[in-house]
């Protein structure tokens, strides 16, 4: 196959449409619409930012206030420290997150980086791999026992970035009201891929990476809120006040900015796509487990195009070979690109981009690798 595919799971969401890149082109300087400024990038309308993020976008996601970030971390990092500010330090709440047990470690991190405690769910065993979404009830009374206040905040991965499962959203939304804490969906594998609401979700607030899942350069996320959580994060600075103080007075700014403005369009129809996708990817699963002895690490049936086998295989060939990167090699010769270098144990690859005829291509050139080095008799 002469086509290069791409199955990084990191890229495959975030891969800009070749009509938009031609735009790019020509704002190639990074700052061009700061000209136009008003003093805050969304309220710029030449071009219309200011529409994009206070109409398209919170109508995309069901929201009612939408703002720009470099990434989802650090929106989750802002959505955590303005909380914080606003709930733990008058002692309305105990300086306290509970997290899915597979939640990304820039979660963790960020709360880490305020002074917030983590406290995560347990994960069942391979390969399933999934939380008990009634583990949260359990987490809240040990906050409750050490601090007499329930925590701040659920921070859920939705899905998450490890095996991407889907936690049960209607469970957690039940279990939230009943602990009264703020309620974060982590929504950088979703968000631009598939359908999403926030109102449906009955979460306070999401965050989302416009890099890893919405067809743009980066670094670039966003922040969709309630009406409440909405007016805590914008608050103003009293020394400048047209500035929003937790977003340091700008946030997603240059060319990402435009980008996700250009690209927008693309994202309201390819979403549309979604259900194709999941049924390529549970294709492959299928094959890759009955043909090739791969062990899918996460739900069944698949409800995500990022997939995590168990390839003991690989592993065992790159131990009698005693070489690491065959597989990185082989693969890359092939023209699929993407794969970590040195990982054998494991198989993390994306099928977002790929056709059924690309899929079955992927995994002839797998079967091909497997029989290539396989135990000589």
Known sequence: MKKKLIVNPLQTGGLVPSQVKN??????????????CPGDVHRIQKPNIKKLIEEDLPEFLECDLVRLTHGAREGAFLILFALYKEEVRKNNFAPAVLLDGNAHYSMILACERIGLEPYLTSVSPAPERKINEEEFI??????????????????????????????????????????GCYFILNCAYSVGRMPFSLIRSRADALIASAHKSMACIGPL????????LGKIITRKSKY?????????????????????????????????????????????????????????????????????????VFYEISLRIKDRFFLYKEL??????????????????????????????????LQKIIKKYGKKE
């Not at 007499?148 to 039940?174: E, Q």
């Not at 996320?221 to 409440?228: D, P």
């Open 23 to 36: 735009k790019l082109l020509e704002s190639f300087s990074g700052y061009p619409f700061c000209l136009y």
């Open 221 to 228: 996320g966003l922040i969709g809120t309630n009406e409440e």
């Open 332 to 365: 890359k010769d092939a023209g699929i690109l993407g794969i970590k270098p040195g990982i054998t144990k494991v198989l993390k690859l994306s099928t977002y981009l790929l056709n059924k005829e690309e899929v079955d291509y992927v995994l002839q050139v």
């Open 138 to 179: 359990n987490l809240t009374e040990k906050v409750r026992k050490k601090y007499g206040k329930p925590p701040l905040a659920m921070l859920i991965g939705y899905p998450d970035g490890k095996y991407t499962n889907f936690p049960d959203l209607k469970k957690i939304a039940k279990i939230r009201e009943e602990i």
């Open 240 to 312: 400048f006040p047209k500035k929003e103080m937790e977003f340091l007075g700008c946030s997603g700014r240059g060319l990402p900015t435009l980008c996700l403005y250009y690209v927008f369009p693309f994202l309201k129809k390819r979403i549309k796509e979604w259900n194709r996708k999941i049924k390529i990817a549970n294709y492959f699963i299928e094959k890759a487990e009955k043909e090739l002895g791969f062990v899918l690490q996460g739900e069944k049936p698949h409800r995500h195009d990022v997939l995590n086998f168990e390839t003991k």
